[in-house]
């Protein structure tokens, strides 16, 4: 009777090992089918322009937020894939002892930055786009993309939702804020090439606009560019 017993109790171990090595086969296939494909990614940046001519004095810490959703297509079964998506970009600039004019009206009027009227605390332009990310992705770990060297080389095409100035002062202790919102004397699109190289999670991101915010003729020809972080995921 004993030796049936230790019989029957070896068996059932056997089955058991051979459960969890069967479940451990099925995770590992899981996940090597569906791996993370940076479906978010979120960039906070450094902004600026280059080419900026000595009459516009930004100051401070002039930055941006964009927001993605992607999706990512992998290329065969190689470590590379192409990904496209869409989101929201904005980009803050700071202007010092300047304000920026964009409501001159008449068929000659073109943005101006001219010396501040009021003592701002703090004067700003801020542009919102919504914006097309595509990109082509290297991952060093294909299996596990949260972990390993990642890069990845690309443009992303926005389209203008709304350009902003905001002014603060304060006049006998109250505070005000002077706003103004019109589109009229900047491109309707932009266009850049970025590039992002990190690891895991985390990649240092920059990005080179193909053109001047402003139309032509309405305001300085500069080349925006930025520099920052991006936190990718999911």
């Known amino acids: 009777m004993q030796y049936r017993i230790l019989n029957l109790l070896a068996f059932l171990m056997l089955c058991s090992l051979g459960v969890t090595a069967q479940d451990d086969a ?5 996940i090597i089918q569906k ?17 900026k001519p000595d009459s516009i004095n930004l100051t401070g810490f002039g930055h941006g937020a964009n927001v993605y959703i992607c999706y990512d297509f992998p290329i065969n079964k190689s470590n ?9 970009g904005t980009t803050s600039l700071y202007l010092k002892n300047q304000q920026l004019i964009n409501t001159d009206t008449g068929a000659a009027a073109v943005v101006r930055f001219i010396p501040e009227t009021k003592d701002y605390k703090t004067f700003k332009f801020t542009s919102t786009f919504v914006e097309a990310p595509f990109e082509l992705r290297y991952f060093g770990n294909k299996d596990n993309r949260n972990v390993g060297f990642k890069a990845a080389i690309g443009v992303r095409v926005g ?22 919102n019109t589109k009229r004397f900047f491109n309707t699109w932009r266009y850049a090439a970025t590039v992002r190289l990190g690891w895991g999670n985390f990649t240092v991101i920059g990005a080179y606009d193909f053109g001047s915010p402003f139309k032509e003729g309405k305001g300085p020809d500069v080349t925006p560019y930025s520099v920052g972080i991006c936190i990718t995921g999911l």
């Open 26 to 30: 099925t995770t590992k296939k899981t």
């Open 80 to 88: 590379f894939s192409f990904a496209a998506g869409i989101g929201i």
């Open 159 to 180: 389209t203008l939702i709304a350009a902003k100035t905001k002014g603060k002062y304060s006049i006998e202790g109250s505070k005000i804020a002077e706003k103004e």
């Open 35 to 51: 791996p993370a494909r940076d479906f978010v990614m979120l960039q906070l940046t450094y902004d600026s322009w280059l080419n």
